[in-house]
């Protein structure tokens, strides 16, 4: 069975950092690209920041410079650091797992940032 669960989220002021985790179970974690997604309410879920198995990084133009992906194989995790947190960063953080047709989701961890 699949999971993929995160961890990390909660109520942060402005200016403030998280780091969240998701860990994963049920799949060869190192083959897996590995996405963060977040979803704002009354917005369409989108992407943040993805991490390919080597480790290659991408991120959104939109929060460029405050997010770090990383991973650690040893233990199936995926981490996002998250520095300088703003209110319109407040949403839902889901991590994302996928290769070829294979394609998992996390039940999403929320973040809100006070003003």
């Known amino acids: 069975q699949v999971q993929l669960v995160e961890s990390g989220g909660g109520l942060v002021q402005a200016g403030g950092s998280l780091r969240l985790s998701c860990a994963a179970s049920?799949?060869?974690?190192?083959?897996?690209?590995m996405g963060w997604y977040r979803q704002a309410p009354g917005k369409q879920r989108e992407l943040v920041a993805a991490?390919?198995?080597?480790?290659?990084?991408s991120y959104a133009d939109s929060v460029k410079g405050r997010l770090t992906i990383s991973r650690d194989h040893a233990k199936n995790t995926v981490y996002l650091q998250i520095v300088s947190l703003k209110p319109e960063d407040t949403a839902v953080y889901y991590c994302?797992?996928?290769?070829?047709?294979?394609?998992?989701w996390g039940q999403g961890t929320q973040v809100t940032v006070s003003s």
């Open positions: 994302r797992a996928t290769v070829a047709r294979y394609d998992y």
């Open positions: 049920g799949i060869i974690f190192s083959i897996y690209t």
């Open positions: 991490i390919t198995p080597g480790g290659s990084t």
